[in-house]
């Protein structure tokens, strides 16, 4: 099978091309990718994570959503943690206790959803059977992989006040520290092989039991004791009672194309709004990097995320406006405010995490966008299993009565927006990153850099970057410093960083699928950045 994989681990990618070398199709290569990408990656995504999946199906022609979040699990309360809480994040977001509990441990998780959504992708979509796929992922962690940059530097960075650093994040629990630190207590270099026997076990588990036996059968109950053993939220009951989310993506449009995203609690619906605020006006006239290019698609952003903070919520609990905010009239009534001058949002902004991307494309017309991460890792891995657990506690507010209030099999808000842009009826382009609300930025910008100044995809994922949730702009060091200086003139406050390349811009993940059917791909060089065509 002919097709093409982007993520961000190249060792990932060569798995899902081995996968269509071998006749399987985009959606094969999907599992198959996204269960190497646990073992090269294994605080950006996991067994015990969440994600969302957008597919298409060339012979049916449906393009749908299979949403597989991490829900709270049933012995929270809304009102348990009220009282301890210091405070949040200087990027508010994360919510910081003296303990850590929302961010490490046992109690920082959520039902996990990863198994079950690539199950059901499996089930419905795949063609090859799940121990074929599970296969390269299973051998990688068990003859070992040379350790990443960027898996290494999310460990090794400084973190901002109040989150715990890389080290005592693989600290949490001694089975963690015992899979993920050497002998002396030193993170694993880049380049040096690590193994992780225990994952590929609990993998070939998984193929032998089927995803059913992580929710219900033998491992399920593995799961389930270390669990209950260690104060978790999360009980039995939750594991055998998790459904994935099949159902449509939202819908909009920019410049002749159909934009397909995910549905809340994903960000689908305010990467739409940018886009459709940003057709009011000519960004290509402006020139790309340009003050006023910035300043629009700033504002864009700033406009998006008022409302993003104002409705998105999960909507099993709370209503959320999916029909308002993907509407051209609210576009437009935002584009009136930003020709008029008036500063957006209100200075909130989300701080980045731990996630990962797969972009595919398939010779028969199939295509996958598909986003899935761990938070940031909570440092627990039950004895044996291998793998680390999602610490998506940190994202609810700890007071209750607000629409994203700690509750009992609710599901955190997430910046993933898993985005197709169809032209008659058939992807055009297939991007997502990962990164927390960065994604947002990250796959707006790749948008627009095709479609509005005609780059190609390594160009659309290459260029300096921006971002903007309402506060500051901001912009990598490649952006000009005149060009910043124009900003500032304009009344914007510029953060510019020192890095040229930010990972912290977040990491777009593009294919393009010419009108020829002919594809090409980008991977972003922020960090990592793999691609694997079969010719």
Excluded at 176 to 201: S, T
Excluded at 318 to 334: G, H, I, N, T, Y
Aim: proline content about 6%; overall charge negative.
């Amino acid at each position: 099978m002919k097709g093409i994989v982007v993520c961000p681990q190249p060792r990932a990618a060569d798995v899902g091309a081995e996968i269509l070398s071998a006749g399987g199709n985009a959606f094969d290569a999907a599992v198959a990718t996204a269960f190497a990408q646990m073992v090269v990656d294994p605080f950006m995504c996991g067994l015990g994570g969440m994600g969302s999946f957008q597919f298409f199906d060339a012979e049916s022609g449906e393009n749908g959503m299979i949403d597989f979040h991490a829900r709270a699990g049933s012995l929270v309360t809304p009102e348990m943690w009220m009282h301890d809480v210091r405070g949040r994040t200087e990027i508010s977001g994360y919510t910081i206790f003296d303990d850590f509990r929302s961010e490490l441990g046992y109690t920082s998780i959520l039902t996990p959803g990863t198994v079950a959504g690539f199950g059901a992708v499996h089930e419905r979509f795949c063609t090859k059977p799940l121990d074929e796929l599970v296969a390269p992922a299973a051998r990688l962690a068990r003859d070992g992989t040379a350790v990443g940059c960027f898996a290494h530097d999310f460990l090794s960075r400084p973190m901002m006040a109040g989150v715990p650093g890389g080290v005592q994040r693989v600290s949490a629990t001694q089975e963690c520290k015992r899979i993920h630190l050497k002998a002396d207590g030193a993170l694993f270099p880049v380049g040096e092989v690590h193994r992780n026997p225990d994952m590929a076990r609990t993998f070939e588990r998984i193929a032998a039991e089927g995803p059913g036996g992580f929710y219900r059968g033998q491992l399920a109950a593995d799961i389930a004791a270390d669990l209950s053993a260690n104060g978790s939220f999360v009980t039995a009951d939750d594991l055998a009672q998790f459904k994935t989310r099949t159902g449509d993506p939202v819908k909009g449009r920019y410049r002749g194309y159909d934009v397909s995203s995910n549905p809340p609690p994903g960000s689908g619906v305010t990467l739409i709004q940018m886009l459709q605020i940003l057709e009011h006006f000519d960004l290509a006239a402006e020139g790309h990097g340009s003050a006023g290019h910035i300043d629009l698609v700033a504002r864009a952003m700033a406009a998006a995320h008022t409302d993003r903070n104002e409705y998105l919520a999960d909507p099993d609990f709370a209503d959320v406006p999916v029909d308002m905010l993907a509407s051209q009239e609210r576009a437009a009534e935002w584009a009136e405010k930003i020709k008029a001058g008036e500063f957006l949002g209100d200075g909130k902004e989300e701080p980045p995490s731990c996630t990962t991307h797969i972009s595919i494309y398939d010779e028969l017309g199939n295509a996958v966008s598909c986003t899935h991460t761990l938070g940031t890792g909570s440092g627990v891995i039950t004895p044996g299993m291998g793998f680390v657990y999602n610490n998506s506690m940190k994202l609810f507010d700890p007071y209750p009565g607000s629409r994203n209030s700690i509750e009992v099999g609710k599901a955190r808000t997430t910046g993933m927006v898993p985005t197709m842009l169809l032209r008659d009826g058939k992807p055009a382009i297939v991007v997502g990153a990962p990164g927390g609300s960065v994604i947002i930025s990250a796959v707006l910008q790749s948008i627009l850099n095709i479609v509005d100044f005609g780059m190609s995809p390594v160009e659309a994922v290459t260029v300096p970057r921006i971002h903007c949730e309402g506060g500051a702009i901001h912009v990598e060091a490649r952006v000009q410093g005149s060009v910043c200086r124009q900003l500032t003139d304009m009344g914007h406050e510029v953060k510019q960083s020192a890095v040229s390349f930010d990972p912290v811009m977040s990491r777009a993940h593009v294919v393009q699928i010419g009108p020829d059917g002919t594809w090409r791909g980008g991977a972003d060089p922020r960090g990592g950045g793999g691609m694997a065509v079969v010719d």
